[in-house]
């Protein structure tokens, strides 16, 4: 069984650009959630769609904006990028609501 | 503001030895309980999950929810120099699809 695939696994952006991130999630998931890591700050939570729908939101700026398709597969797209952008973003997958979640390998996005 | 606190390390225990791992948190309704392993330069791993009170085990593995105390931990029996990672407790969101982590603790392990 596949597990979750990240596209692509780095980027390098300068600021002000936009970026989108994809994550495919484990077959049969549909609950896909997304995290920012940082060195400061650890892994917090951005937000988490099941079945198309944005069911809970973490304290991030309307920058960062996310959705989710018919078969599961998620994006997160971050608008006018900022030095602070830089992070490892990680998706996860989950077949229900707060049952084991899954990882990807990331998207290293280094903001120059 | 619902938190998960960790020692943030690094703990360093000699190889065959026991390392203990701990966690509290400060939702009381919590119900969900995991812990990730995550070394460094890659993506957390999902080692645990424990839902009810008491002790799960699995393999060198052992996780104990406490759930009056809003204590979790973890036990690593055999610790191996590969077991050397941070370690990362992680709480469910009861309002969907949400993990709230801790800060994680880094495990050394000495040949």
């Known amino acids: 069984k596949a597990g979750v695939t990240q596209t692509p696994r780095y980027l390098i952006k300068t600021r002000g650009q936009q970026v989108t991130l994809s994550c495919s999630p484990i077959?049969?998931?549909?609950?896909v959630s997304w995290y920012q890591q940082t060195p400061g700050q650890g892994l917090q939570f951005l937000f988490e769609?099941?079945?198309?729908?944005?069911?809970n939101k973490g304290n991030f700026p309307g920058r960062f904006s996310g959705r989710q398709f018919s078969n599961s597969r998620s994006e997160m797209n971050v608008s006018t990028l900022e030095l602070g952008d830089s992070a490892l973003y990680l998706c996860?997958?989950?077949?229900?609501?707060?049952?084991?979640?899954?990882f990807g390998q990331g998207t290293r996005l280094t903001v120059v | 503001q619902k938190e998960v606190e960790q020692n943030s390390g690094p703990l360093s225990v000699p190889e065959g030895a026991i390392a203990s791992l701990n966690c509290t948190y400060s939702?009381?309704?919590?119900?969900?309980f995991f812990w990730y392993r995550q070394y460094s330069g890659k993506s957390p791993e999902l080692i645990m999950s424990?839902?009810?009170?008491g002790d799960k085990e699995d393999g060198r593995f052992t996780a104990q929810l406490n759930k009056a105390s809003q204590y979790v931990s973890l036990l690593i029996r055999d610790s191996q120099p590969s077991d050397s990672a941070t370690y990362l407790c992680?709480?469910?969101?009861?309002?969907?699809?949400?993990?709230?982590f801790g800060q994680g603790t880094e495990l050394s392990v000495k040949p």
């Open positions: 996860a997958s989950s077949s229900m609501t707060v049952t084991e979640a899954f």
């Open positions: 077959s049969g998931h549909r609950s």
């Open positions: 769609y099941f079945s198309e729908t944005q069911r």
């Open positions: 939702d009381r309704g919590s119900q969900s």
């Open positions: 424990i839902y009810s009170n």
């Open positions: 992680a709480v469910g969101d009861n309002q969907g699809g949400k993990l709230i």
